[in-house]
Every structure is written in C-alpha cells, then in structure tokens.
C-alpha cells in the first residue's frame, strides 16, 4: 500500500546518502573551513550496513517507492558500493536504481558498477575551464578526470548519462553555455541548477543564484533551444531542447520556481534519519527501531506515521521566518 501525505503527495523516489564523507570540498556544499581536518565525520559503527539499507529499501518499496538514488557525501568513497548496487537490485518491485557521483573515482569503478546492476548515472561536473573547475571542488580535480569517468561510464553501458552543474554567479555562470555545447549531440543530458540555501555553511545570498530563465536565454542565445514537456508527475527538472533535435538540457529551479506539489522524495541520511524535506531540520530515526529488533511491521507503521503527516514545501514558503532555523547539510543527505 503506498503511502500519501498530507498534501496528497506519495511516497514514490528515496535518496540514499551512504556516506557524509568526501574527496571534494565543493565551495558550495563542503567548505574546508568547515569541514577540515577536525570536522567529526560519522563512525563506521554509527553507518547504516548494506543490510540494514536493503532491508529499509524493500519496506519502503512495499509502501510506494519506485526509484532509489544512492548519494552522499560522495558515494562512490564508501567501500564496495557496488555490494550494495547487487543487494538492491534484488528489491521486488523497485523500477530504477541510480547513482549520483562526482565523478573522480567513476574510472576505477564504472565497470563493476554496471556489472552489479546500476542502470544509470548522474555525474556532477559544474565547469569545464580547468581553473574555475578546480577553485569549485577546492581540491584541484581538473574536469578530464571526471570527463574520463564520464566516459567510462558510457563505455561500461550505463544509459542514460546526466550531467549536474550547479550555478554561481560571479564564479561559474559565463562557462555554463561551452558545458551545454559539449555535451551537445552526445545524448549526455546536463541539468543546471540554481545554487541551493542548503545547510548552514555554504553562505548561500540571493545574489548567488542565476535563475533558470537567465541560463536559458544565455544558452538560447547561442544554442535556441525550446521548452519540451515533462516526462513524468514529480520530473525535478524542467526540459529544454535543442531546434535542431540534438537532444535536450534540464534546470533545476528550486529556487525560482519550486516544485513542492509534486515533491514526493524521502531521504535516508547514512545514519539511518530519514528527512521528508530537503531543508528539514529534522530526521526520523530508523536506526534505532532496526537495531532493537522491530519487525518490517513495526518499521511499515514507523514510516506511515512519519509520511502521512509530512507537510513540508520549504521551497515555496522561504522568507525570513525559515531562514534562521538549524538545517541539515546537503553533504549529509546528498541533494
Ligand atoms: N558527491 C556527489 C556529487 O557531487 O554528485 C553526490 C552528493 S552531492 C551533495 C549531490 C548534488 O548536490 C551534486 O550535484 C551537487 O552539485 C549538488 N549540490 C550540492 N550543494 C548544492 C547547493 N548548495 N545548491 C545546489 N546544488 C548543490
Ligand atoms: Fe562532495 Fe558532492 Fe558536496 Fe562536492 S557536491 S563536496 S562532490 S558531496
Ligand atoms: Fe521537496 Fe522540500 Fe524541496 Fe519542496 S523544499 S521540493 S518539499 S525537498
């Protein structure tokens, strides 16, 4: 029985953050000033196990959701990720099954990631001049390394291939026109999207924010491209494609124009939480119940009583009053 909350939203897509570790310090989600070296990552002990995830997953599979992301914290860091991949492929009645990475680490791992069952990817890549790229991810990464695992991707057959660029102002938005012609014809489709208020440690001002209707004129300007139509009820991105039928771009526009109605993502935090909103200050613990022995019935009537109440549309009602509150990190439950 799926589960509807009570804006009438059911519970169908669930971000899996496996990790609140990183090889990247992105600027914009894990600055070094705050996550250097005496940042207090997560215990190993304090982690979900694969078990314990595939467990959660077929419960929450059970109740309405089609679509499981793994994220993180960079996901591709935990250890034998793709363990995890071949155990959740074995959830009855899950459609999809996807990942989001930056990218670094796809070379090595592209082929076994496949092997276990992953169908598809999303590879996160905000730049490609090399300078701006590596000042984003603050570690020195040049964009040929996440090119080259982009590519290891494609060769190991994981289709379709999406590409994520968050947009900043003053620091990323007059490169964002060469990254659509790049991926131009290829059938890797890149989804911009508006630099988020996550968390409380990424300075986040309006002013910061390019909205989506700016990146699609800049890009229109050079490449005309066209509104196209959703696939699906809840698609995150709003499609554009190409006149000349050479595939389709993504915005990703929560700050511009939210998408709360039709939001129907839960996410599991690597410590078990689970967040009914991307901006929650709050999560639900399934840690404990598994842990103490609660049986699928007890955790199925957990997640009920977590979804049906779930009233969140943070995105639509952002002002002031809700720009004080205490809000979990986008490294910890992955975006
Ligand atoms: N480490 C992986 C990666 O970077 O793809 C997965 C986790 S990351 C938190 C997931 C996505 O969130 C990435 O595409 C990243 O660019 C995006 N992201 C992080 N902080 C953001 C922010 N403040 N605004 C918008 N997107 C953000
Ligand atoms: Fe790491 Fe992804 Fe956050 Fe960058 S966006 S710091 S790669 S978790
Ligand atoms: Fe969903 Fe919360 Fe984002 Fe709205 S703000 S789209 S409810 S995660």
């Given at each position: 029985m799926a589960f509807v909350d009570a804006l009438g939203r059911p519970l169908r897509d669930l971000r899996i953050s496996v990790t609140d570790r990183c090889n990247f310090r992105c600027t914009y989600c894990m600055p070094r000033e705050v996550f250097g070296p005496d940042y207090q990552f997560l215990q190993r002990t304090e982690l979900l196990t694969y078990e314990e995830i595939g467990r959660l997953a077929r419960i929450f599979v059970e109740h309405g959701v089609e679509k499981i992301r793994l994220t993180g914290g960079e996901p591709l860091v935990r250890r034998d990720l793709h363990q995890l991949i071949a155990l959740l492929r074995e959830t009855p009645g899950l459609k999809d099954l996807t990942l989001t990475t930056n990218g670094s680490l796809l070379r090595a791992q592209a082929q076994r990631l496949r092997d276990a069952g992953l169908q598809r990817i999303t590879v996160s890549l905000d730049s490609l001049d090399e300078a701006i790229f590596k000042s984003m991810n603050d570690v020195g990464v040049p964009p040929s390394v996440v090119l080259d695992g982009i590519e290891a991707a494609r060769a190991a057959g994981l289709a379709p291939i999406k590409v994520n660029a968050v947009v900043k102002r003053g620091v990323n938005d007059d490169t964002i026109v060469d990254l659509a012609r790049h991926f131009k014809g290829t059938g890797i489709i890149v989804r911009f999207i508006e630099f988020m208020d996550v968390?409380?440690?990424?300075?986040?001002?309006?002013?910061h924010v390019v909205p989506a209707h700016e990146i699609v004129a800049r890009i229109n300007a050079e490449l005309p491209i066209e509104p196209a139509e959703p696939n699906y009820r809840g698609e995150v991105a709003r499609r554009w494609r190409y006149r000349d039928g050479s595939g389709e771009i993504g915005l990703i526009t929560s700050i511009t124009e939210p998408f709360c109605g039709d939001c129907t993502r839960a996410r599991l935090s690597p410590e078990g939480e689970l967040y009914t909103c991307l901006f929650g200050n709050r999560g639900h613990d399934f840690r404990s119940l598994l842990r103490d022995g609660a049986s699928d019935d007890e955790i199925s009537t957990f997640l009920g009583s977590v979804w049906r109440v779930r009233n969140d549309r943070y995105s639509e009602i952002r002002s002031e009053h809700t720009a004080g509150l205490r809000k979990v990190e986008m490294s910890h439950i992955g975006g």
């Amino acid at each position: 029985m799926a589960f509807v909350d009570a804006l009438g939203r059911p519970l169908r897509d669930l971000r899996i953050s496996v990790t609140d570790r990183c090889n990247f310090r992105c600027t914009y989600c894990m600055p070094r000033e705050v996550f250097g070296p005496d940042y207090q990552f997560l215990q190993r002990t304090e982690l979900l196990t694969y078990e314990e995830i595939g467990r959660l997953a077929r419960i929450f599979v059970e109740h309405g959701v089609e679509k499981i992301r793994l994220t993180g914290g960079e996901p591709l860091v935990r250890r034998d990720l793709h363990q995890l991949i071949a155990l959740l492929r074995e959830t009855p009645g899950l459609k999809d099954l996807t990942l989001t990475t930056n990218g670094s680490l796809l070379r090595a791992q592209a082929q076994r990631l496949r092997d276990a069952g992953l169908q598809r990817i999303t590879v996160s890549l905000d730049s490609l001049d090399e300078a701006i790229f590596k000042s984003m991810n603050d570690v020195g990464v040049p964009p040929s390394v996440v090119l080259d695992g982009i590519e290891a991707a494609r060769a190991a057959g994981l289709a379709p291939i999406k590409v994520n660029a968050v947009v900043k102002r003053g620091v990323n938005d007059d490169t964002i026109v060469d990254l659509a012609r790049h991926f131009k014809g290829t059938g890797i489709i890149v989804r911009f999207i508006e630099f988020m208020d996550v968390g409380a440690t990424n300075g986040w001002q309006m002013r910061h924010v390019v909205p989506a209707h700016e990146i699609v004129a800049r890009i229109n300007a050079e490449l005309p491209i066209e509104p196209a139509e959703p696939n699906y009820r809840g698609e995150v991105a709003r499609r554009w494609r190409y006149r000349d039928g050479s595939g389709e771009i993504g915005l990703i526009t929560s700050i511009t124009e939210p998408f709360c109605g039709d939001c129907t993502r839960a996410r599991l935090s690597p410590e078990g939480e689970l967040y009914t909103c991307l901006f929650g200050n709050r999560g639900h613990d399934f840690r404990s119940l598994l842990r103490d022995g609660a049986s699928d019935d007890e955790i199925s009537t957990f997640l009920g009583s977590v979804w049906r109440v779930r009233n969140d549309r943070y995105s639509e009602i952002r002002s002031e009053h809700t720009a004080g509150l205490r809000k979990v990190e986008m490294s910890h439950i992955g975006g």
